[in-house]
């Protein structure tokens, strides 16, 4: 079996769970809205973040069934980014499917992902736990600081790997460990407990995105619905590509610079990079990286005692470096 499927076992019956509480909590006053919305929350995501504050509130020993609830409120936040990113990127395709302002008005595409924004604050406090308001409301900022600043770096030849590990914390990690530590919140757990989990969260989070900058060079896009190569045709720089650029010989990096700089770069540019991304071990080195996070993950975990949840999260951790989509 594999680790995907071991995982998917676990919490199979929680998946479903998570799906009838998604379209139960969802309640717009609007059919467009819920339109617009279940365009993208039922197209197949993977469920992570609400997956993760479950089995972060199960691991410290909450299961009364209130984590099911509460854990929409990242899937939600995690699908309004989504609406938002696709607008801002002009991207085609989300999931395998056409991307939402390109079914829709960008204009109702961009209130839509506003209305899940409104939907965790309204879950959250429903909680009447201060702690898990003010985490989830604080999450929505810095985000936000994290797709400003990805737009800013666009294009940016000298970003270096301190400022784009700073934008993939604020962007992906920072939801994650959020959804970790909410879980352990909702559990009343010790601070060590509320720690540990916030800081696997972060570990996990960087290794995800990791992996998923490493899929845009190295991955079959019938398999993740994107093209290859769509971060760099964006003028995203991600980690394999600043490494490439780092090693790269004084006759390749400034052939590198102006493909990337030029918005109609030909296939054959984008192979060019593409070849010395590999060849300079800027995907060795992401894939490195990546791993280096998921092992600071698994160690958090030690302050659990053993349990089903606990083996699972270190799978997840696992998982989120080895995935192919």
């Known amino acids: ?50 997956v993760l504050m479950v089995l972060s509130a199960r691991v410290c020993g909450c299961s009364n069934g209130e984590e099911i609830n509460l854990s929409t409120v990242f899937e939600y936040l995690h699908a309004a ?29 961009v209130l839509t992902g506003d209305f899940l924004l409104s939907r965790t604050c309204t879950i959250a406090a429903d909680t009447d736990k201060l702690p898990i308001i003010k985490v989830i409301t604080n999450v929505t900022g810095v985000m936000s600081e994290g797709e400003i600043q990805q737009l800013l770096y666009k294009k940016r030849l000298d970003l270096s790997e301190e400022q784009y590990m700073d934008v993939i914390y604020r962007k992906t990690a920072v939801l994650i460990s959020a959804a970790c530590e909410v879980g352990a919140l909702l559990a009343d757990a010790p601070q060590e407990q509320v720690d540990a989990l916030k800081e696997y969260g972060r570990h996990l989070g960087i290794a995800f995105q990791m992996a998923d900058d490493l899929l845009d060079y190295v991955a079959d896009p019938k398999v993740t619905g994107k093209a290859i190569g769509a971060d760099l045709a964006e003028g995203k720089l991600t980690l394999p590509l600043i490494r490439a650029l780092e090693q790269s010989d004084a ?66 951790a696992d998982f989120a470096a080895q995935r192919d989509s």
């Open 251 to 316: 006759e390749t990096r400034p052939r590198m610079e102006r493909i990337i700089l030029d918005e109609y770069a030909s296939k054959e540019d984008f192979a060019f990079v593409l070849d010395n991304i590999i060849k300079s071990g800027g995907v060795d080195y992401t894939n490195q990286k990546a791993q280096e996070h998921v092992a600071a993950a698994k160690a958090l975990l030690d302050v659990f005692p053993d349990c089903p949840e606990k083996d699972v999260l270190a799978k997840v």
């Open 81 to 109: 980014t989504l609406l938002h990113d696709d607008i801002v990127d002009g991207a085609e395709t989300r999931r395998g499917k056409i991307a939402a302002h390109k079914v829709w008005d960008p204009a109702e595409v």
């Open 1 to 50: 079996m594999s680790l995907k499927q071991e995982i998917f076992e676990f919490v199979e019956r929680d998946l479903a769970d998570i799906e009838k509480a998604l379209k139960s909590n969802l309640n717009p006053y609007l059919d467009l809205v819920r339109d617009v919305a279940s365009h993208l929350l039922f197209a197949g995501g993977k469920r992570l973040r609400p």
